[in-house]
């Protein structure tokens, strides 16, 4: 019962994991926006949310063993794993060799920030659902 | 917890760009400085940033870091001053190296900087927040 309730939350619980590593990712960009040399880094979250979902079953390996059906059961947690960062092309190259752009910096924080905040918005409408459906 | 790094980076980035405030204050103070201790004119002062990874198992998330502060190597600006008892026989003056109009234009950019980065922390307590409110 309660692992059904665990699997309900997985796609989101790794969406939050994932969105929370691209703000990381992105206040690293905005940080070094005046760094020598610093090339601006990110990740496409389509492609790292699919292999973060595949390996829900490739990455079984890594989980505990359970020998026991009361054992907790153990998924590698979603966060940094999987993901294949790269490097933003300049738009307007800088004699520093600096590849941040503060616009697209910024642009991109604030999606990001706007997803996270729905990928909550609709967990809590998850959680709303099956508090109501334990109570009646 | 991921999303808490973002402070770490965010406020590697504050303490540099407060570093940099403080040299342009430090070189705009001493502009007509035409002697110091070492009884050379004062010359201009900047600081060199670096990226720093902020964990070992991250090492794409970068913080940024003021490693040197290093001294402009252009040579003084000579003023002609004979009243001056610095003065040399033909009546200049070695005065510092330091643009003005410079250092006002690197204060609004160190400024701005350090704005961004206190927007990318709000942002980023504004998502903990809410994502500790989840499901109530």
Same mark, same amino acid.
Request: charged letters at 20%.
């Given at each position: 019962?309660?692992?059904? $309730?665990a699997?309900?939350?997985n796609?989101?619980? +790794?969406a939050?994991?994932?969105r929370?590593? +691209? &703000?990381?990712?992105?206040?690293?960009?905005m940080?070094n926006?005046?760094?020598?040399?610093?090339?601006s880094?990110?990740?496409?979250?389509?492609?790292a949310?699919?292999?973060?979902?595949?390996?829900?079953?490739?990455?079984?390996?890594?989980a505990?063993?359970? &020998?026991d059906?009361?054992?907790f059961? &153990?998924?590698?947690?979603?966060?940094a794993?999987?993901?294949?960062?790269?490097? +933003?092309g300049?738009?307007?190259?800088s004699?520093?060799?600096?590849?941040?752009?503060?616009?697209?910096?910024?642009?991109?924080?604030?999606d990001?920030?706007?997803?996270?905040?729905? &990928?909550?918005?609709?967990?809590?409408d +998850? $959680?709303?659902?099956?508090?109501?459906? $334990?109570k009646? | 917890?991921?999303l808490?790094?973002?402070?770490t #980076?965010?406020?590697s980035?504050?303490?540099?760009?407060?570093?940099?405030l403080?040299?342009?204050a430090s070189n #705009?103070a001493?502009?007509?400085?035409?002697?110091?201790?070492?009884?050379?004119?004062? =010359?201009? =002062?900047?600081?060199?940033?670096?990226?720093?990874?902020?964990?070992?198992?991250?090492?794409?998330?970068?913080?940024?870091?003021?490693?040197?502060?290093?001294?402009?190597?252009s040579?003084?600006i000579l003023?002609?001053?004979?009243?001056?008892?610095?003065?040399?026989?033909q009546?200049?003056?070695?005065?510092?190296?330091?643009?003005?109009i410079?250092?006002?234009?690197?204060? #609004?950019?160190?400024?701005?900087?350090?704005?961004?980065?206190?927007?990318?922390?709000?942002?980023?307590?504004?998502?903990?927040q809410k994502?500790?409110?989840?499901?109530?």
């Open positions: 019962m309660l692992d059904a $309730i699997k309900d939350f796609f989101s619980q +790794r939050l994991g994932l929370a590593y +691209r &703000t990381e990712v992105l206040a690293s960009n940080a926006a005046e760094t020598p040399y610093y090339k880094v990110d990740f496409d979250f389509s492609s949310m699919k292999s973060a979902m595949a390996g829900d079953d490739a990455g079984k390996n890594l505990l063993n359970a &020998t059906p009361r054992h059961s &153990t998924s590698p947690d979603g966060g794993a999987g993901v294949s960062m790269q490097y +933003r300049a738009v307007q190259p004699v520093d060799g600096n590849t941040v752009d503060m616009d697209l910096e910024r642009g991109a924080f604030l990001n920030a706007l997803q996270y905040q729905s &990928t909550l918005t609709f967990m809590n +998850r $959680i709303a659902t099956l508090k109501s459906a $334990i009646d | 917890m991921s808490s790094s973002v402070f #980076i965010s406020g980035a504050l303490t540099a760009q407060s570093m940099r403080n040299l342009v #705009i001493n502009a007509e400085s035409s002697t110091s201790s070492t009884g050379q004119p004062y =010359r201009g =002062r900047h600081v060199v940033f670096t990226a720093i990874p902020v964990s070992a198992d991250q090492p794409q998330v970068d913080g940024v870091r003021v490693t040197s502060v290093v001294e402009d190597q040579p003084p003023k002609y001053d004979p009243s001056n008892p610095l003065a040399d026989a009546g200049y003056v070695n005065m510092p190296n330091v643009n003005p410079e250092e006002m234009a690197d204060m #609004i950019s160190a400024s701005r900087s350090y704005q961004t980065n206190v927007e990318v922390m709000n942002t980023a307590k504004t998502l903990l994502t500790l409110q989840m499901g109530q």
